[in-house]
Every structure is written in C-alpha cells, then in structure tokens.
C-alpha cells in the first residue's frame, strides 16, 4: 500500500508535487484557503511545460480537523506562516508521519522540531518556476528539480517520497545533507530575492548592471565562505557559475519580488535573518548580506 | 572696494548665498539658465526663515562669455555638471580669481585644479534646508551655516569672503581644513542621502525603523573610520550625535532624494565613488558604503 500525503498550503508549489503524486495515482489531502471552493467546484488545474492536467475530484479541505493522518505532510506555506504551522499539522500525524518543509532558507527544520518533539521532519529545495495565477490554476513555467534532506527520521521514508515523486515524473533526489542542500540554495536566492525588492527590479535588469553583477558576487562569496564556515563545503566556483548561469536565463522575479508586489510579509527571517545569525555564531560577519537584510527589515516594516 | 562675486548655478544653494550677499550691498553677477527670463523681468525672491526679500533688479546672465571678470566665483551647480565646469569658468576668471566649490561629496576641488591649474580653489560646506519651488523663487526653511576651506589660494582672500558672509548675516566659518570639513559632512551624506533613494523614504521614516538606524549607524562608523584612515581625526562619537541630531530634525528628504523624485541623475560620483576610493587607497574597505554606491550606480543607470 502506498504512502498517504497531504499538502499543507496549495500554492504554486504545493499545488504543482502534490498535484504530480495524485495524478500518478498516489492518495493526496489538499489544505485550501481561499481557493477551497473554486477547487471543490471545478477542481485543481495544473498548466505544465510538461503537459496540462487537471484534478478532479480533488480530497480538498478547509481545515486540517477535517483531514485524515497522513503519512507524509508536504507544507508549502511561506515560512512568514509558520508561527501557525505545529497547530496546523497536529490533527493529521501519526507517530510515523514525516513533514517536508518544502520552504526556502534555514533554521525552519528546528523551530518546528522543537514543537514537534517526536515528529520525523525533512526538508525540501524546489528549484522551480511556478505561480498560482487564480484560485485552482497553477502554472507551471520551468525546471521542477526538487532536492530532498533529512532533518530527523529514518532515511528509508524519505526515499520512498523520492521514488513516489520519480514515480510521477518529478525530477527528484535524496541530499546527503540537507544543511549542505540550504545553504546552496542560499547562494542564490540571498543576493536575488532581497535586491529584486529593495530596487524594484527582476534578474535580468539587475545583472545587465556592472555593479550589480558584482555586488551579487560578492554576496554568493559572503553565503559560500558563511557555508563553510558552518562546516559545509560549497565549491568558491559557485558563485561565478550562478551568476553566468542566471544571466542566461529568462529575466525572472524571484518569490520575495512577487510577494513584494502582492504586499505580502516577505520571508526576511528564514533567507536572511537566519544565515545572518548562524554565519555569526560559527565567527563570520557576512556584512553586505546584513545590510541587505537590514534593508529589508525596514521594507517588510512598512507592508504591514 | 568691494570684492566683485559671481554665481554659477543659481538653484537654491547658489541663488540664498549670492542672494544674501547681493542684498547685502556687494556686487553679485548671477548665471541662469531656465529662469534667465523669469528673473529679468521679476528679479529673484528669497523667502527666507530669517525674512523674506526680493533682488530687483538682478545681474542676471544666460552665458558666462556676457560676464564680467570677477573676483570670487560661487558654484552651486550638482557635482554632476561638474564636466562643464571649467569651460564656464574661464570667461570670467582673472588672475586672482577664488572659485568656492559649494557642493557635497569628495574630490571636486581636485578635479577643477587639475583643469584650471592657475586658479585660486576653496569649497564650501553648506548645512541648509532650501529649494528652489518655481522659476526665480527660492525657500530657506532651515539652517544655513556655510564651513569655507581653502584648497589653493592664500588664507586672507577666503577670510575677506568669510567676512562679506557674516556682514550679509550668514553664520560663515574658515575651517582650518578642507578636507576634514568634508569627511565631517559625509559622516551624515553617506547614509542618509543614499538611504532616502533606495529606500524612497525621508530621514524621520528612516529613522523610526531599528534596523535603519542601526545601519546608519554602522555607515557612519565606516565614514569616521576612512577620514581618520585618510588623515582626518573625526571624532568616534560623531555617528551617535548625527543620529540623535537627525532624530531630532523636522522629516528631511536630502538634496539626492530630490534628484530622485526629479528625475536628475544623482552625485554618486562624489558622494560614494570618491570617498570609497580615498579610504580604498588609504588600506580601508568601507563596505556597507561601497553597497550602497552599488545601489546607486544601478538607480543612477535607470534614470538616464
């Protein structure tokens, strides 16, 4: 028999995996808010550069005490939500359960494992190009790579989530270290998330600006030596091969951009405020991503 | 006999500074450009917190080829007109000539010496709140202390002009030394002008926020540490009195901030680009500083 899942927060990456496994066949609970009824009616449309589908019916719920136990609680909440997460997950785990914080930056594993004393966690890095464009449609625009690590638990549920999602045409992987899989992830979106927002720009704009181009350098040379220093080895060539990398892509507005033009909380804690801080206890000040953070800081102040 | 003065660059800064001196009893020549026409027909209005008054008529000129030598040259243009500088000088300069640059930032004095190898150069440090609000029309809402160092010259001829300034009731002063004046006005420039456009905000929004402040803060730091760095012995205590003194003043939007709402290309050059070069070249990096010239140069590259 099959793992059972459930997706906590249907956006544009919840929606898009947890919409893969129950297309293949796999039993999938969908937490809802405001597109619960629209779902409900007309069910959950997935528009893919892999090919369109459509869920329908779909286990859609408006709240997680009408949901079954799950085996596997995918979350794909914005970590500004996760004050409510451990209240939100309890009516659905057993003692077996694993929760993926499908989430961006660090340190959301432990906050939520001091919560949950006895739950298996793991993490999950998309990287993904996706957007919820109205209530039940998601787009899914490019890449789709999803790298999964272990935060406590045993190694065996976890890959038999990577197998389910291979399973489903999700390009899945097991990392050897889920630390080692948040900080790369961090290289990039430091420097690109806060200053998409603090100049009002997308990728392509910022780096066909020389200075720019170096300030991003330095910042990803600011997250690697910071990685490092937190004891994880990422490659010196990374941010030189991020840069080029990004420049070829199609001009881009990261989640923090998107979620400063929809004036939603920007997620400041978890991409800045967390490496910021671990980088300091292990002895290392990353100064220009600490003015960035402080930058945001003010910004997210004046959303609310 | 008096000295003879002229203006160049007649907005808020040029016209307050000739305007008192004028209505004062010397003779002022003033350059204009698009209120050339208003000022002929209407004279030049200064309303002015310590009395408001009305030049008329005005010496006024649309090219420096119609004027006459003269002995002491005010400039109040941008930095960032700072290319036809020397060419609008040459008309009307003769051999003891004093030229006062009245601008912000760091190495324009070293600039026009280079290009007027003759010419006696001072600057001056203005600490004013004043705009100009229509054609020929200037407010003075605050301050207005002018600190004069000389450059090249001799003393006395910068002293008789620091004189003329306190017989026309400007609170003026001979610092002993330039370069110091400068670095001591940059310790408030450098974060706050800067701040204002990336964050399009004015010093009180700035300023109510922790993160801003403490970032301002640690700015100001680099600024106090580069001049002492540079040879300039500020004071360590200056970054907490500035902060407290800003805290304190009405809500401010700094000479770059109204470049940025005005569409006018801001003085990075002088303002940032100068400074992180000089402490660069004196073995300190000022990092957070240098960032925000990054910022800066990207804003800068989008308004033109």
Known sequence: ???????????????????????AGNEVHFLFRSDFEQVKKNGLQI????????????????STTDMPACD???????TTANHQLASLLRPILHENSLVVLIQNGLGVEEKLAAELPHTNIAGGLAFICAQKNSPGVISHLDLGRINLGLYRGNKEQLEQVCTDFCKAGVDAHVA????YARWHKLVWNVPF??????LNSNTDRLLENESIRELSHEM???????????GYNLD???????????????????????????????EVEAIYSAPVKAAQKAGYKMKKVAMLEQQLKFINARLS
Do not use: W
């Open 193 to 198: 998330n806060g200053m998409c927002v603090v």
């Open 72 to 78: 596997v609680i995918l979350v794909g909440l914005k």
């Open 176 to 179: 050897e270290s889920l630390g």
């Open 1 to 23: 028999m099959g793992l059972k899942y459930a997706v906590i927060g249907t956006g544009a990456i919840g929606g898009f995996y947890g919409g893969k496994l129950a297309k």
């Open 47 to 62: 528009n893919s550069v892999d090919g369109d589908f459509l869920l329908n019916p779909v286990h859609a719920y408006h």
């Open 220 to 230: 990803m040379q600011e997250v690697v030596e910071a990685a490092q220093k937190c």
């Open 236 to 266: 010196n060539d990374l941010p030189h091969k991020m840069i080029n990398m990004t420049m070829k892509m199609e001009p881009y507005a990261p989640s923090m951009k998107l979620d400063f033009d929809n004036k939603r909380t920007l």
